[in-house]
């Protein structure tokens, strides 16, 4: 049997359950689903079993210790999948006292979270981030493969420590393919994903205001849960000031068999990311899921953005909303651009970026640790 353990991803996440799992499910595994969500959803299904506990009511080390509790009554484990730090400890406990396989699947950078998210300042900050460091590094002895997210993530902190990595790129589905747009004059702008300062969401109202100077109809759709939850007060705000609340969307919950058909009616995807230490080092999933369905993408020029769209989009300075709001509407004013990068989009989605590709590297990854 193999164990998959969260500690905070929804247990609907796209990467974790509608890719990886659904892969190994296919595969043949058998699978014991561990998440730590607030809220009613039950995925258990055929050779899955999905066991869930309130985060809010759970702290990590109770978490850790309900799964134990779990495997102890299940028999035979033969890997585990964890997907974030703060599960590491549960890895040393289960290599040491079990012997089984463990894959460490990394989505973000542990530093560069801190350094995005934290309050912190000065030496303290260095302290604490030196200190998250080596929590990390002093587990990952116990860790048998380290699967990365993106290659950026590879070319910097476990690259040089000489890990055993695999990249397995978040891409998208082939069956997420969607119809390719219509130009409009009047077009639907999309955020979707993360809501929060870094992600550039105050920098894509303030474009979105001067964006209606030139085209007064068009509308901004934004969806994501917001982080920290006290941004939603902030943002919600903002979008009143803003005068054209009437023309702005804020969907901060949807279930995902909705997401992609909020992403198919939308005719531009924007990527608005400030360049933090972490947005430097991540590649968004957005910005293949805007492809895939279609919508031609205006996104901040980062390294990342830059090395996957190469060409099919539109990329703006970081953290300018006049260079955000000209972006956008020389797309909007030119049918043929607009037309190209959904046209150079969709390929690069259906000829090199869908998780067909990265599947297999996924299972091959468990493969060679069968025993």
Known sequence: MIV????????????????????????????LYCTRWDGDMDLSAEHLNHVNVSRSATPIKNYIRFIQNTLAEKGQIEILHIHEFDLLP????MKKNNGIKVIYDVHDTLRAMWET????????????????????????????????????LDDNFYKQKG??????????????????KQFSTNPCILYQGQVS????????????????????????????????????DILKEKINLSGFENSIT??????HEQIWHHIREAHIGVIPSLKTPRVVLDTPTKLFEYMAAGCAVVATDVPPVRHFLDGAGELVEPGSAQSLADGIIKVIRDESLFK???????????????W???????????KSLEI
């Open 90 to 93: 549960l890895a040393k406990q």
């Open 163 to 180: 890990l055993n990595t695999t990249v397995v790129e978040n891409f998208p589905l082939l069956d997420s393919l969607g119809e390719k």
């Open 250 to 255: 804020f969907l901060d919950f949807i279930p």
């Open 356 to 366: 067909t590709i990265a599947e297999k590297k996924l299972l091959d990854i468990y």
């Open 197 to 232: 300062i870094d992600q550039g969401l105050l920098v894509l109202l303030e474009a979105f205001i001067k964006l209606k100077e030139t085209v007064p109809e068009v509308q901004l759709k934004i969806i994501g849960q917001t982080r920290p939850l006290s941004f939603k």
């Open 340 to 354: 190209r990068y959904i046209s150079e989009g969709n390929k690069k989605i259906t000829d090199h970026y869908n």
């Open 4 to 31: 998959v353990a969260t500690s905070g991803h929804r247990p609907d996440d796209e990467r974790i359950y509608h890719k990886e799992i659904k892969s190994l499910l296919n595969t043949g595994y058998n699978i």
């Open 117 to 152: 998210f934290s309050s912190k300042k000065g030496l303290l900050k260095k302290a604490i981030n030196k200190s998250l460091s080596f929590f990390e590094v002093s587990h990952l002895m116990y860790v048998d493969e380290v699967i990365l997210a993106n290659k950026v």
